[in-house]
């Protein structure tokens, strides 16, 4: 009897020492950077400019943020910038960070990854996505926030991301299409993932009652059809100026979002009225 108390007391001892060992660890490994991850899953609400948008926002609320570019290169033309490398090189050891991604010309608080190769390769391996975020916490500049947006194609990549944070956001606009095209990406997600929060994001609207109308369509199939509850985050209109247009200072609508996607705000926000009662969901 005294030996099984005093074995138990040695396991308990050993245990002990392994959890605060661990604590220790957990002490010296740098946070995580925060996750946004946004996807369109139709051409047409791929809007880059309300992406950068929504980013110097966040920027100006004094984060440091990293965007991941999931395009096809579409996004650095517009930005007017020169790509020579993406995150596959880093991943493969070719280049370093600084040689790979870059900060955008005034605009404090931005930098550029074109990572579409990077993040596919990423996805084929177990536990990648986490390992990459463990990366860019031990920059000597560490990014606040990765902020990671792609189109249709990119949606089951970009997806292992979005599931490290535990939502995703998806980018809507108010057309019969986009609306079709979100509805059966987010059943295929939603049968892989269905512990996944999902967000979503009006763009390009016009008004509250264009937003209200079309998030309560999508919102109510989601939901009856799926067994998925939508969060609405709100509605953005069309941007005004170029995308590279580092003067074009981001509108209440945007600044609202991005306090919520940036600072926590809310869990939801509606720009100008309520969804009624019998659409919310």
């Known amino acids: 009897m005294?030996?099984?108390?005093?074995?138990?007391?040695?396991?308990?001892?050993?245990?002990?020492?392994?959890?605060?060992?661990?604590?220790?660890?957990?002490?010296?490994?740098?946070?995580?950077?925060?996750?946004?991850?946004?996807?369109?899953?139709?051409?047409?609400?791929?809007?880059?400019?309300?992406?950068?948008?929504?980013?110097?926002?966040g920027a100006q609320l004094g984060h440091e943020l990293l965007l991941l570019d999931g395009s096809r290169g579409e996004l650095a033309q517009l930005l007017?910038?020169?790509?020579?490398?993406?995150?596959?090189?880093?991943?493969?050891?070719?280049?370093?960070?600084?040689?790979?991604?870059?900060?955008?010309?005034?605009?404090?608080g931005l930098r550029y990854l074109p990572a579409q190769r990077g993040l596919r390769a990423l996805a084929e391996v177990q536990g990648g996505m986490r390992n990459l975020l463990q990366g860019f916490a031990q920059l000597q500049r560490a990014p606040d926030f990765v902020v990671a947006h792609g189109g249709p194609d990119l949606i089951p990549t970009l997806v292992e991301l979005a599931v490290v944070e535990g939502n995703?956001?998806?980018?809507?606009?108010?057309?019969?299409?986009?609306?079709?095209?979100?509805y059966a990406q987010l059943k295929i997600v939603a049968r892989k993932y269905p512990t996944l929060r999902h967000r979503v994001w009006l763009h390009g609207v016009l008004d509250s009652e264009d937003a209200d109308h079309a998030f309560a369509n999508l919102a109510e199939a989601a939901q009856r059809f799926l067994g998925v509850e939508l969060q609405y985050l709100g509605f953005t209109g069309q941007s005004s100026g170029p995308v590279e247009d580092a003067t074009l200072?981001?509108?209440?609508?945007?600044?609202?979002?991005?306090?919520?996607?940036?600072?926590?705000?809310?869990?939801?926000?509606?720009?100008?009225e309520e969804i009624p009662e019998t659409q919310h969901v």
């Open 168 to 182: 995703m956001i998806w980018r809507v606009t108010p057309r019969l299409e986009v609306i079709t095209a979100t």
């Open 80 to 108: 007017k910038l020169r790509i020579r490398y993406e995150l596959i090189h880093l991943l493969e050891g070719e280049k370093r960070f600084d040689e790979v991604a870059q900060e955008l010309p005034h605009q404090e």
């Open 249 to 272: 200072q981001p509108d209440a609508r945007v600044h609202c979002l991005a306090n919520i996607l940036f600072q926590g705000a809310a869990d939801r926000w509606h720009a100008a």
């Open 2 to 57: 005294l030996q099984l108390v005093s074995d138990a007391g040695a396991r308990l001892k050993k245990r002990k020492q392994i959890d605060q060992a661990a604590g220790l660890r957990a002490l010296m490994q740098p946070a995580l950077p925060r996750l946004v991850v946004s996807v369109a899953a139709h051409e047409a609400a791929l809007r880059h400019d309300g992406f950068m948008q929504l980013a110097r926002a």
